[in-house]
C-alpha cells in the first residue's frame, strides 16, 4: 500500500514554455502533499505544501507565481513550472501523507530538463 | 531553523560494517528517518525513530538519543546494491522534512 506515481517521469521542454507534473497517491487519500526539488548531488528541498482544497505553502525563497501549486483533490496534486529557464532543470519529487502520521511516500521522481 | 549534519561520502568493502552519522538541531522534533536513494530514484523508506535508542530491521539498524541530537544508521554485511546515497531526515512539528545533504556510500569489492 501507499503508492504515489508521479508524471512524467522525463521531460524535456524549451526555455520559456511551461510544464505540468502530477502526483497521484493511487490506493490512499493523501491529506497532504509535498514537492521538493533535488539539484545533481545534492540533497532535497522542500519547495511547498498544499492540502486538499487550499491553497499551498511555499518555503521561502520559492516563487509561487512561478511554480503553480494545485491539490485538487485527496488524490492528486499539480505542479506547473511556468516560463521554464535552463536553472529550473532539477529532478523534481513529490509525497503524500496522511494526517497524524509523519511518515512521507515518495513518487518517482521527474527529471525535467529545459533548453 | 534546522540543521542535519552528515558526512559527504563514506567507502567500505563488500561484507564489511558501516556506520553512517547524523546530527541534528532542529525547532520541534517529531522523530526522524533514515532514507536510501539511488541515483535518479526517489529516496526509500529505511527506518523511522522517535524514542531512544536502536531500531534494527535485518541488515540495517537505526539509533537515536534525542539529548544529543544524534542519530546513526548501521549498514551490516555489506552488499554491492547497497552503492547509494543514504539521506537522514527530521520531522518537525508541521511534518514538514528537512534532510540532510546526504551520504554517498560506496561498496567496493
Known amino acids: 500500500g501507499a503508492v504515489v506515481s508521479q508524471h512524467p517521469s522525463r521531460v524535456i521542454c524549451k526555455s520559456g514554455t511551461s510544464v505540468k507534473i502530477e502526483c497521484r497517491s493511487l490506493?490512499?487519500?493523501?491529506?497532504?502533499m509535498f514537492w521538493y526539488r533535488q539539484f545533481p548531488k545534492q540533497s532535497l528541498m522542500l519547495m511547498a505544501t498544499s492540502n486538499e482544497g487550499s491553497k499551498a505553502t511555499y518555503e521561502q525563497g520559492v516563487e509561487k507565481d512561478k511554480f503553480l501549486i494545485n491539490h485538487a483533490s485527496l488524490t492528486l496534486s499539480t505542479l506547473t513550472v511556468t516560463s521554464a529557464h535552463p536553472e529550473d532543470s532539477s529532478f523534481y519529487i513529490c509525497s503524500a501523507g496522511f494526517d497524524r502520521d509523519y511518515e512521507q511516500y515518495f513518487g518517482p521522481g521527474t527529471r525535467l530538463t529545459v533548453t | 531553523g534546522q540543521n542535519i549534519d552528515q558526512p559527504t561520502e563514506m567507502t567500505a568493502t563488500e561484507g564489511a560494517i558501516v556506520q553512517i552519522n547524523c546530527t541534528y538541531q532542529?525547532?520541534?522534533?517529531?522523530?526522524l528517518f533514515w532514507y536510501q536513494q539511488h541515483a535518479g530514484e526517489a529516496p526509500t523508506f529505511l527506518s523511522y525513530n522517535v524514542l531512544d535508542g536502536l531500531e534494527e530491521k535485518g541488515r540495517f539498524s537505526s539509533f537515536l538519543s534525542r539529548s544529543k541530537g544524534y542519530s546513526y544508521l548501521l549498514l551490516k554485511e555489506l552488499q554491492m546494491k547497497d552503492s547509494a546515497s543514504y539521506l537522514c531526515?527530521?520531522?518537525?512539528?508541521?511534518?514538514?522534512?528537512?534532510f540532510g545533504a546526504g551520504t554517498t556510500v560506496t561498496v567496493r569489492a
Open positions: 531526515a527530521v520531522v518537525s512539528n508541521d511534518y514538514k522534512l528537512s
Open positions: 532542529t525547532s520541534g522534533f517529531n522523530g
Open positions: 490506493d490512499f487519500q493523501a491529506t497532504t
